[in-house]
């Protein structure tokens, strides 16, 4: 099945710099490859997606790039705020069974960010 | 419109007592999943629903566990004999229809923090 890893496990940067969060992915078929950002104490929400079928994505300060061929993918956050802190998590999505349209979405284990003021 | 809801938002429980936990989905939306936060830790899935039907239960940890799903709306996860273990936040998501591009993002609700004491 599907694998998902993610690094780093915590990252912590200067309001105004940069984060990159990686992640692998084991699964080939996978096709679609959502980023999530869990605040403390509140739900998981969608920040970005991408689809196999293009190499990056952008959203004024977040971006997301796939490389199929090595089975990565990564999330940019340029320009970092305070409010940026939170856990992101990525995650992979691969069909299981074309009969009834379901894809597997397996979520990597997270990276704690931390901007600091 | 109104998000994924989840009740209770908080419960707290004897070891060996049972629970039931509500996930009420957006609206229309197809899909149901069911996933398990323990402190600190990434998403677990657990079980999911298309439909009232359950195509995917391979994350359901033990027999103590169970999930139903309803008119294909509602749906209750359920553990009896609770452990310590099973104390966690327990997510429930919803998706428009799984596998298709625009209709496969999983909308999550915020969650009910159970406590096995």
């Known amino acids: 099945g599907e694998n998902v890893e993610q690094h780093p496990s915590t990252l912590s940067v200067q309001e105004g710099d940069s984060a990159v969060i990686k992640c692998t992915y084991s699964d080939s078929a996978s096709n679609y490859f959502p980023w999530y950002k869990q605040e403390l104490g509140k739900r998981p929400q969608l920040i970005i997606d991408i689809r196999s079928n293009v190499g990056e994505k952008k959203d004024q300060r977040i971006a997301v790039t796939l490389n199929k061929t090595a089975k990565h993918f990564s999330l940019h956050i340029t320009e970092t705020q305070p409010e940026d802190s939170a856990v992101y998590f990525c995650?992979?999505?691969?069909?299981?069974?074309?009969?009834?349209?379901?894809?597997?979405?397996?979520f990597g284990p997270g990276t704690s960010l931390s901007v600091i003021p | 419109g109104a998000g994924v809801s989840q009740s209770p938002s908080n419960k707290v429980t004897e070891k060996g007592k049972d629970v039931e936990l509500r996930c009420d989905p957006i609206s229309g939306h197809t899909a149901l999943y069911w996933y398990r936060q323990r402190l600190g830790q990434g998403l677990e899935f657990l079980i999911y629903f298309q439909g009232n039907s359950a195509p995917d239960k391979s994350g359901l940890p033990s027999d103590r566990f169970s999930a139903e799903r309803t008119g294909e709306s509602v749906s209750t996860l359920t553990i009896q004999r609770t452990q310590q273990e099973d104390s966690a936040v327990y997510l429930c998501a919803s998706s428009l229809v799984p596998g298709r591009v625009g209709t496969d993002t999983q909308y999550f609700g915020p969650g009910t923090r159970l406590t096995v004491l």
């Open positions: 995650a992979a999505s691969s069909p299981i069974n074309p009969r009834t349209s379901y894809d597997k979405v397996i």
